[in-house]
């Protein structure tokens, strides 16, 4: 039973357009939700967090929106580069219990030229 | 270097033997946690500490899966009697704390496992 799903195994966008990732999780008791980016052999890299007591945050490029009722999550990039290929894994935790993690499967990112 | 290091970066090793793979944390994280990836898949908890304390170890998948950080700093991860499902990738992390706080897990490379 996947607490934390990410359903699109993939996704192309062209190089400047916006990415969408999405990502929807099961658990109520979730409260802190995290992305991270991982490219091939390497470990997966934090990208963005935000708390359940926001639906927003915002760094840089990369904007996270959370919509508690939907249990649902995105990640937006903008303007897409060629560097932001790779695969996106969605995370969550609830931080009153433990520090347990909880990852999608993740989303493999083509940024196409 | 000033992030988690991990050792070796692939391991092959034949059914039946133990292994260990280590990890190395930012220095002065409290919390170090062990991740198992299998390929497609999306990294799976396998156990935590704070410090020296193993505080959870409720995701290693059997009791040939052993794991100890005797000085709070360098970690271990031992794998008795290996199986051919336990090939994966191994991942270690590293946090200032794990106690209810905001603060992301900083990940290493990972040790890449084959059983043949």
């Known amino acids: 039973d996947q607490q934390v799903k990410q359903n699109s195994p993939s996704l192309s966008v062209q190089e400047g357009r916006i990415s969408i990732l999405n990502c929807d999780y099961t658990?109520?008791?979730?409260?802190?939700f995290l992305w991270y980016k991982k490219y091939p052999a390497e470990g997966p890299t934090f990208l963005i967090s935000i708390s359940s007591i926001k639906d927003k945050n915002e760094d840089g490029r990369f904007t996270v929106f959370l919509n508690k009722s939907a249990k649902h999550l995105s990640l937006h990039i903008v303007p897409s580069q060629p560097g932001d290929s790779a695969v996106y894994f969605c995370?969550?935790?609830?931080?009153?219990?433990?520090?347990?993690?909880?990852f999608g499967k993740g989303t493999r990112l083509h940024i196409l030229p | 270097g000033a992030g988690v290091s991990q050792s070796p970066r692939y391991k092959v090793a034949k059914r039946g033997q133990d292994v260990a793979l280590r990890c190395d944390p930012i220095?002065?994280?409290?919390?170090l946690f062990w991740y198992q990836q299998a390929l497609g898949q999306g990294p799976e908890f396998l156990t935590y500490?704070?410090?020296?304390?193993?505080?959870?170890k409720s995701g290693l998948p059997s009791d040939r899966f052993f794991a100890e950080r005797p000085e709070g700093s360098v970690s271990t991860l031992k794998i008795q009697r290996t199986q051919q499902e336990d090939s994966a990738v191994y991942l270690c992390?590293?946090?200032?704390?794990?106690?209810?706080?905001?603060?992301?897990?900083?990940f290493g490379d990972g040790t890449r496992l084959s059983i043949l």
């Open positions: 658990n109520s008791m979730f409260d802190y």
């Open positions: 220095s002065g994280h409290v919390s």
């Open positions: 500490f704070q410090n020296e304390a193993q505080l959870d």
């Open positions: 992390a590293s946090s200032w704390t794990g106690t209810s706080s905001n603060q992301p897990q900083h």
């Open positions: 995370a969550a935790s609830a931080l009153n219990r433990d520090d347990k993690i909880i």
